[in-house]
């Protein structure tokens, strides 16, 4: 298995900022993902994070709100740009360790989360 | 839409009670059902099914999927406070291998002692 590590593990920031979580891998991943969870809910997929190039966006997201970075195989950053209340979440990031074969199915591994309040 | 449905949504019970957690779905391109455990932030991996009628068991954990139908089960016995957690049932229907899961509710359980 591989170490996860997300930083902040919480902030408080005030409405109108931005805000970078930092997602590292100790080993090279093949996919990486970055989930929001508001209070109360479940997990909801933001938008894939490719390496060398331009994030896959879910419905209901976008680029200039939620920019992400993926710059090498062990590490991406998600931007929570311009926050407002409601971008209060549990913030994470997972990964598929390995491809495996062309066909085969692998679980995602998760991080231990970024906890984000907004006044 | 695919769509991910767990029941019950919270669960109460005492040490050394046998929990059975539901999860059933619909989705247009079925890869995989995952179980995992939430305790404070983190999900952590359970168990992966892809196959009807195997069952995936780890200690006092077991699951099993039922493809026809489309639900899976999560069994935990003799349960202990330290399986209290919310448990995420999510099924991976994306159009690779690895690709978006769809998460359900989830199920609170809190166990007493």
């Known amino acids: 298995s591989a170490v996860i590590s997300q930083k902040p593990s919480r902030d408080i920031c005030q409405r109108g900022t931005s805000l970078t979580i930092q997602c590292q891998v100790d080993?090279?991943?093949?996919?990486m993902f970055w989930y929001r969870q508001q209070p109360g809910q479940s997990l909801t997929l933001i938008a894939t994070?490719?390496?060398?190039?331009?994030?896959?966006?879910e419905s209901g997201f976008v680029i200039d709100k939620f920019p992400i970075s993926r710059p090498n195989l062990t590490f991406s950053t998600l931007t929570v740009s311009n926050m407002s209340p409601e971008d209060s979440s549990i913030y994470l990031c997972s990964v598929v360790l390995s491809a495996g074969t062309a066909n085969s199915n692998q679980p995602q591994h998760f991080g231990d989360g970024t906890r984000l309040s907004i006044l | 839409e695919d769509k991910v449905v767990q029941s019950p949504l919270s669960l109460v019970v005492h040490e050394g009670d046998t929990v059975t957690l539901n999860c059933s779905y619909e989705?247009?391109?079925?890869?995989?059902l995952l179980w995992y455990k939430q305790e404070k932030k983190a999900p952590t991996f359970l168990f992966m099914l892809?196959?009807?009628?195997i069952e995936k068991k780890s200690g006092r954990l077991s699951s099993i999927l039922d493809k026809k139908e489309l639900f899976s089960i999560l069994n935990i016995t003799a349960t202990q406070t330290g399986d209290s957690a919310i448990y995420l049932c999510a099924v991976n229907a994306g159009g690779t291998s690895y690709g978006k899961l769809t998460f359900g509710q989830g199920t609170i359980l809190t166990v007493h002692p």
């Open positions: 080993s090279q991943v093949t996919m």
């Open positions: 989705v247009t391109n079925f890869r995989s």
């Open positions: 892809t196959s009807s009628g």
């Open positions: 994070a490719n390496q060398g190039s331009e994030a896959t966006y």
